[in-house]
């Protein structure tokens, strides 16, 4: 049909430029019979040399071509360079008709689809770490993976994840939040499945202000090569227990269609041994969890015309875990007063449906997005309390909990950005969110009442109910070397939430409505060609989780219980970062600067259970202030062909005040962390890997918990023609990895707990289809240069 038109337009062209001559033709993959599409033609003679650029159907034209005979030459990445001599003979028009491009092998099997060695990026309100084969082989999961990112540290005990030192960040997946658990999410996503990093610790307007750290944005892997592609995936981990890991990423394109898939399995069993010491007794726990997940994303990208596309998604998890708590309760003679199990069995389950349209205008900036995304979750949970030293009839120390807890979310976005001449653009939108979560917990349990009388504990009910209504604007203008960005977003936040509990008939209603302005600043400048210098400011808002929020207990052992607290109140940050950037030869060197303050800062919080003698009760609750003053070092380095480095070190002073035990309380904290991660190459088979992680004392208002030290070792091999990788990876090998603690207030004790961290795993990627990227058009709106529970 496009020929035809070509057709067309020549025989017009003809009757007024008699004297120039055309070429016409078309690029198609000799083995897979497709278009070859944007790939460039060069005409050339001894008196003139000319291009053309075929269009995303593989066909192209060249006009006002002046001599008798051209050399053609086609080259495209991945094919056999094509030449061909011509001669018009006197012929105003030259149909080449269907030029076949052979595949190079020799080249497919030099071409890789991931760069062997992690580099960042750093852009005017973020910082984007293209994650490489470095950073993918040090473990099996996201949560590895962050582990070894600079300003990232992952609690291996709890999941918790903190940026700078502070858990108060949000994840996004592709750009969209999730309600999955953090520490439940990064352990399901697979390490190969990640694409980039992105860090924004200072969040322009377009982003929610929600986590005073910033938001961490986990983009995946979406191939989209021609054809079918894809990888494949299996490893095993061995330590105290056995645990398995498998799945693949795949994509099917052919013209405007694009399909793509994720599944990804992850079961087996881990544990956690723990221990705390206090005056009159000490506590032995050892946990259990087996847990079997699955994690499927599905999707279809379609462009219905050059600038118009249309993106669909759904993510489905579903998840089985059983965890079993034994703990053992010795007096200071050394007596055992108390023996008891708590079971848990989970089967949580998440959907998210996705759609967004994407239109752009003229020019790339110019462009128009609208999105919807809605979110449930369900996570039933029956779980047992039994203590074998204590009678069955005795339902204070035996009892059994039926949770039922259900999520839902709605985001709905629209935004426009618009740019005027070359240096000059704004960026503005809408955006609206609302949150329903109710959980309810029946247990048979008897506690003491107001009235210090035993009662069954029954019903604790807690329903949740957010909506965020936002509007945002943003100005950016490039002025010679400097850029700048100025931004302001507005919300309006409305809270209910009840609580109901059957014993003392309690019945609490929390409520919240406020209007808050969040202005954000950026300015980069450009020093030289290879210096950059950025400040950015932003105020940012944490507000509370439903976990935090939620008063039900998620769980717990005979001398500790975990809950929430629904009087918890918003905290604000003003958050200030200065940062120079150097390329140097071979990789990427940085430092940063950073100063926050936090007001009515959010933490966790210890007092006496007054419905249970002895026990603590772990909790949160808004303290005075916080000021969070820090600098960080970063190196991604290529020394040598074989020999590739990236390191990062942090230095932090945290002052934190507050009430504990109705005194004011004040802690200063230095906290000094660095990560190193060396890759070797030998030869062209062979890699090995050391990583090694130190974790500074680290101390708060009511506890402080020693350093951590954490060494790795790994060495992979390609097979299979370069399109397989085995990979033998060591975790700990020191065995020392574990958190020791200090607490003075509510009740003086000391303990640690040890997880599961000495592993042996073996892992195999296999990758399928055509090993090299080709060239293609860039879909409309990406950059074209893109490239149980919980204790402290």
Do not use: C
Not at 225 to 240: K, L, M, P, V
Not at 322 to 338: A, C, D, K, P, V
Not at 469 to 497: H, S, V, W
Request: glycine share 6%.
């Amino acid at each position: 049909m496009k020929r035809s038109f070509y057709l067309f337009l020549i025989l017009i062209g003809q009757m007024a430029f008699a004297q120039q001559k055309q070429i016409i033709g078309k690029i198609i993959s000799k083995t897979t019979q497709e278009e070859v599409p944007f790939v460039t033609i060069f005409i050339k003679n001894p008196k003139e040399t000319r291009t053309s650029l075929a269009d995303e159907e593989g066909s192209f034209l060249a006009k006002n071509l002046q001599q008798n005979n051209y050399l053609i030459t086609v080259e495209a990445i991945g094919y056999k360079p094509y030449q061909q001599r011509i001669s018009f003979n006197n012929q105003p028009l030259l149909d080449l008709g269907t030029i076949l491009l052979e595949e190079d092998v020799q080249a497919l099997k030099a071409v890789e689809l991931r760069a062997e060695t992690t580099s960042i990026e750093q852009k005017i309100d973020r910082l984007v770490i293209k994650v490489g084969k470095d950073l993918t082989n040090v473990g099996t999961d996201a949560a590895s993976v962050l582990d070894n990112v600079q300003s990232v540290a992952v609690d291996q005990q709890t999941g918790e994840l903190s940026l700078r030192g502070n858990s108060n960040v949000v994840v996004l997946i592709d750009g969209k939040p999730t309600n999955i658990p953090t520490d439940q999410l990064i352990k399901q996503l697979p390490a190969n499945a990640i694409k980039n990093i992105e860090l924004i610790t200072n969040p322009s307007a377009k982003y929610s202000p929600e986590g005073n750290s910033g938001i961490i944005n986990i983009e995946l892997v979406k191939d989209t090569r021609s054809g079918f592609n894809g990888s494949i995936n299996a490893s095993a981990t061995y330590g105290r227990n056995f645990r398995g890991n498998t799945g693949g990423n795949f994509n099917y394109k052919i013209k405007n269609l694009n399909f793509f898939a994720n599944y990804n399995f992850r079961g087996g069993q881990d544990d956690i041994k723990g221990r705390i010491t206090r005056n009159d007794n000490e506590q032995n726990t050892y946990g259990l969890n087996n847990r079997n997940n699955h994690f499927v994303k599905l999707g279809s990208d379609i462009d219905l015309d050059k600038k118009t596309s249309i993106s669909l998604f759904t993510v489905q998890t579903f998840n089985e875990l059983n965890y079993r708590n034994t703990t053992q309760i010795f007096n200071t003679s050394g007596n055992l007063i108390n023996n008891s199990i708590f079971d848990l069995d989970r089967e949580p389950r998440s959907q998210t449906y996705d759609a967004s349209f994407h239109k752009k205008f003229n020019d790339k900036k110019h462009t128009l997005d609208f999105g919807v995304s809605y979110n449930t979750r369900q996570a039933p949970e029956d779980s047992d309390w039994l203590d074998y030293l204590k009678s069955p009839e005795n339902r204070q120390y035996n009892y059994n909990e039926v949770i039922d807890s259900e999520s839902k979310r709605w985001i709905v976005n629209l935004d426009y950005a618009q740019p005027f001449g070359d240096d000059i653009s704004i960026e503005t939108g809408i955006d609206i969110r609302y949150w329903r979560n109710e959980k309810s917990n029946i247990s048979t349990q008897l506690v003491n009442n107001k009235n210090n009388e035993l009662e069954t504990k029954g019903l604790n009910d807690f329903d949740f109910n957010r909506k965020i209504y936002a509007a945002y604007f943003n100005y950016r203008q490039q002025i010679d070397k400097l850029g700048i960005q100025a931004g302001l977003r507005t919300e309006l936040y409305d809270l209910d939430a009840t609580f109901y509990a059957k014993i003392d008939e309690q019945n609490n209603l929390v409520t919240d409505e406020i209007i808050s302005v969040y202005p954000s600043f950026f300015a980069t400048y450009e020093v030289t060609d290879k210096d950059q210098l950025q400040f950015s400011y932003s105020r940012r808002v944490d507000r509370p989780s439903i976990k935090q929020l939620n008063p039900i207990r998620t769980w717990g052992t005979p001398l500790m219980i975990s809950q929430g607290n629904p009087e918890l109140q918003q905290q604000f940050t003003n958050s200030f970062e200065l940062r120079y950037n150097r390329k140097v030869s071979g990789g990427n060197l940085s430092a940063t600067g950073f100063f926050r303050r936090i007001n009515d800062f959010i933490s966790r919080s210890l007092s006496k259970d007054t419905q249970v003698q002895n026990r603590i009760l772990l909790s949160y609750d808004n303290f005075d202030t916080a000021d969070n003053l820090g600098i960080e070092l970063a190196a991604y380095l290529k020394f040598t062909s074989w020999w590739n480095f990236n390191g990062s070190t942090d230095f932090y002073y945290q002052q934190q005040q507050g009430i504990v035990n109705n005194q004011l309380t004040t802690a200063d904290n230095v906290l000094f962390n660095f990560r190193l991660n060396n890759k070797f190459t030998l030869g062209k088979k062979w890699s090995l890997q050391i990583m090694q992680m130190y974790r500074g004392h680290d101390e708060n208002i009511q506890r402080e918990r020693e350093p951590m030290f954490l060494m790795n070792l790994g060495a992979s091999r390609k097979i299979l023609n370069n399109k397989g990788v085995l990979t033998l990876g060591a975790s700990d090998i020191f065995n020392v990895f574990r958190a020791r603690f200090n607490i003075v207030n509510p009740i003086e004790q000391e303990g640690e707990f040890n997880w599961e961290s000495q592993n042996i795993t073996l892992s195999f990627t296999y990758n399928i289809g055509n090993q090299f990227k080709q060239k293609r058009r860039n879909r409309p709106g990406e950059d074209q240069d893109a490239g149980g529970g919980d204790v402290f």
